[in-house]
């Protein structure tokens, strides 16, 4: 049996395709693709255990293409190094060959596609320019650990397609014939098709409690399961729309210099990157823009009459998004309200930042002042012993200032000679000003952290402990594989030795 097929339009899969393939597995399955063909069309199919790809591809065929498994890297290589523009797919005895060179078979095969009953499926039709709409979302999901692991995924509902990090919101409006809501993850194979301009359809159904669904693009299929839980309810963040809206907008040249200016700020680690926004007081018609780490651009723009002296910060990456999907009217309430991108792909909501005030610091107590002064007084007195003289201790209290804690003065008289004191011993003054401690009867109670502050604290005490024990587990890993490869060199050393014996008691022997 042979096939002629179209070599462009097969490598363009293979960057998708190859997602899917682990290619430390143990298991050859995993780091095989399956090729099928039946109806004038030939399959290639890449999986894991709970998702997988499919590509399509049209050929002419007089029979159907048995189910075959080979290895993805040797086949991507084979597709990759032909010279020819039309690829030759051969099957003979079992062996597939693609322009001569034969591919290693993978015993094993893939699980069969579940047929899915019509009656418990909900179809849903998406529009040309879904894969446009993925790609602006795409950023805006929650990467890492979060707290709710349905916001690392795309909504897809009655209301277009959402997503959103906590501190930013994108909502693109697609009109979809559908009452119910599906949130899918991370699409991060189906951007890799790059299935731009296609339309296609959203098929879901329910087994063993759990969602499912299958998202079909032109050629390509992707089948895994949907995230659970309940989407929140974005409307509600939506800020009002108000006569008193400020507003700031920038034509193309504008945002081109505004993006290339965004992208010229380098990130600082373990610090977040902002922008600050305002209106210069010379130049009306210009945005005076100031990263946090003192980079300076101004551009064209036009204001609100209400603007002034209205100055916000925002971080980076939203000003890029914004940027990106297209918007080129930013509007805000105030410079702690919601901003909303406007005029490009959708709704745009993003959430500024407000620098935290300094800590007023407590009035420290003076420290102590000690100010020593020594008259030594010889006077000539009769040899005759005297008896031990009585230290005399004087205090004076200062008068009391309102303004400084009260000070208390202290006057010592002592001798220099303790053992035997005698009346030629000079005798020496001190005055010591020391502060009086003083306690304040009003002071103002700590202000308590309400139960919602307290619950992010101890996420954030959480999901630091989380960190570092990953921080650990990894070390503890690495160093259980280098322990393992000095255990394996030893190994070959003792092997190489034992070798070497060998041949020397042989070679002795002989001798």
């Known amino acids: 049996m042979e096939i002629q097929i179209n070599k462009n339009e097969l490598a363009s899969a293979l960057p998708a395709l190859g997602k899917l393939i682990t290619r430390t597995a143990v298991a050859e399955v995993c780091r095989s693709v399956e090729i099928r063909g039946f109806a004038n069309h030939l399959y290639f199919r890449t999986r894991t255990i709970f998702e997988e790809i499919e590509f399509a591809l049209f050929a002419e065929m007089e029979e159907d293409f048995p189910t075959t498994l080979v290895f993805f890297e040797q086949f991507r290589s084979a597709v990759r190094n032909s010279k020819n523009k039309t690829l030759k797919f051969e ?8 322009d001569g060179v034969m591919m290693e078979s993978v015993k094993g095969h893939f699980p069969l596609k579940e047929r899915i009953s019509n009656h418990i499926v909900s179809v849903i039709e998406l529009p040309a320019d879904t894969m446009s709409a993925f790609d602006i979302l795409a950023p ?3 990467k890492g650990t979060v707290a709710r692991r349905i916001l690392t995924g795309i909504n897809i509902g009655k209301d277009g397609f959402t997503a959103t990090n906590e ?8 009109s979809l014939e559908t009452t119910d809501s599906i949130t899918i993850p991370f699409p991060l194979v189906l951007l890799a098709t790059k299935a731009y301009g296609e339309s296609g359809k959203l098929s879901t159904w329910q087994k063993d409690g759990e969602t499912f669904f299958e998202l079909m693009l032109g050629n390509w299929s992707w089948r895994t399961k949907a995230l659970p839980g309940i989407y929140p309810i974005w409307k509600h963040v939506v800020p009002e729309r108000t006569d008193a809206t400020h507003y700031v907008c920038l034509q193309d040249e504008s945002a081109e210099q505004m993006t290339r200016y965004l992208k010229s700020i380098t990130d600082e680690k ?4 902002c922008v600050k926004l305002c209106r210069l007081p010379e130049g009306p018609n210009m945005l005076h823009l100031e990263s946090s780490n003192g980079l300076l651009v101004s551009i064209s723009a036009e204001f609100d009459p209400n603007w002034d002296n209205l100055s916000v910060m925002v971080r980076k990456d939203l000003l890029l998004h914004l940027l990106n999907a297209g918007h080129r009217k930013i509007e805000l309430n105030d410079a702690f309200s919601p901003i909303v991108g406007t005029g490009g792909a959708g709704l745009y909501i993003g959430m500024p930042l407000r620098l935290k005030k300094a800590q007023p610091q407590t009035e420290q107590k003076p420290e102590q002042v000690a100010s020593c002064q020594t008259n030594v007084q010889a006077t000539a007195q009769s040899e005759q012993p005297a008896p031990h003289p009585v230290p005399e201790a004087t205090e004076s209290v200062s008068e009391q200032n309102p303004t400084r804690p009260q000070e208390t003065k202290t006057i010592i008289h002592t001798n220099l000679n303790k053992e035997n004191p005698t009346m030629n011993d000079p005798i020496i003054t001190r005055t010591v000003s020391v502060p009086e401690q003083t306690s304040t009867l009003n002071n103002k109670p700590e202000s308590k952290l309400n139960s919602m502050d ?8 959480f999901k630091a402990k989380l960190k ?7 070390t503890m890993s690495r160093k259980v594989c280098e322990v393992a490869i000095a255990q394996k060199q030893k190994e070959r050393e003792y092997a190489r030795t034992k070798r070497t014996l060998e041949r020397v008691r042989v070679a002795t022997g002989a001798a």
């Open 167 to 174: 501190k930013e919101l994108v909502n693109i409006p697609v």
């Open 468 to 474: 570092a024990m990953l921080d650990e587990s990894n």
């Open 140 to 142: 805006i999901t929650a």
């Open 270 to 273: 373990d610090k977040i990157t």
């Open 91 to 98: 099957y003979d005895c079992g062996e597939i060959y693609i």
């Open 454 to 461: 307290e619950l992010i604290i101890s996420i954030e005490a």
